[in-house]
T-cell receptor, first 113, second 114 residues
Framework: DAGVIQSPRHEVTEMGQEVTLRCKPISGHNSLFWYRQTMMRGLELLIYFNNNVPIDDSGMPEDRFSAKMPNASFSTLKIQPSEPRDSAVYFC???????????FGSGTRLTVV | KNQVEQSPQSLIILEGKNCTLQ??????????LRWYKQDTGRGPVSLTI?????NTKSNGRYTATLDADTKQSSLHITASQLSDSASYIC?????????????FGAGTRLAVHP
């Protein structure tokens, strides 16, 4: 099992540009989570999908952030337009519906300059 | 308010020594408690997961305890190694809106020195 796969590992972009982060959950996991981690705020849940349907997006900071899960094996987190304060490590995690096997990806380190 | 508090915030120990990290939570209803290890530049990796009825669980040199009455957990690391240097995050799962919701602690940053 390759685990949760995220891409890219690192992204450096200029302020105002669109950024798309990608995630492939573990096969058979039906829940997917996007997190943001910063030194100041730790891990913050952005959005949570269950069976490809967004369940809780209360953590999405503002309208510049959007997430999609078109099928069970792929999700994207898009920031448009990006701002320097969006710089953080973004993690994707997946799990079964019962909450076991909760596995994080290696993260995408985003730097907006 | 659902909260998870960890202590100490950071810790430095010498290689070979033992240490204990603490986690207090106020999450209710409680489903399970997990300890994660996060190496620098990596995603968190699960060490242990305990449900309400479990008091202790071990994973190699890592032993987690849970007191559901006092809502406290600890992670004990025995015979520390340099590779134990990482952040250790306590995560409590509670049911909210019919779904398991994870509440993360801020983590304890452990440095093991030779």
């Amino acid at each position: 099992d390759a685990g949760v796969i995220q891409s890219p590992r690192h992204e450096v972009t200029e302020m105002g540009q669109e950024v798309t982060l990608r995630c492939k959950p573990i096969s058979g996991h039906n829940s997917l989570f996007w997190y943001r981690q910063t030194m100041m705020r730790g891990l913050e849940l952005l959005i949570y999908f269950n069976n490809n349907v967004p369940i809780d997006d209360s953590g999405m900071p503002e309208d510049r952030f959007s997430a999609k899960m078109p099928n069970a094996s792929f999700s994207t987190l898009k920031i448009q337009p990006s701002e320097p304060r969006d710089s953080a490590v973004y993690f994707c995690a997946s799990t079964t519906g019962a909450g076991y096997g909760y596995t994080f990806g290696s993260g995408t380190r985003l730097t907006v300059v | 308010k659902n909260q998870v508090e960890q202590s100490p915030q950071s810790l430095i120990i010498l290689e070979g020594k033992n240490c204990t990290l603490q986690c207090n939570y106020t999450v209710s209803p409680f489903s399970n408690l997990r300890w994660y290890k996060q190496d620098t530049g990596r995603g968190p990796v699960s060490l242990t997961i305990m449900t309400f009825s479990e008091n202790t669980k071990s994973n190699g040199r890592y032993t987690a305890t849970l007191d559901a009455d006092t809502k406290q957990s600890s992670l004990h690391i025995t015979a520390s190694q340099l590779s134990d240097s990482a952040s250790y995050i306590c995560v409590v799962s509670g049911v909210s809106g019919g779904y398991n919701k994870l509440i993360f602690g801020a983590g304890t940053r452990l440095a093991v020195h030779p």
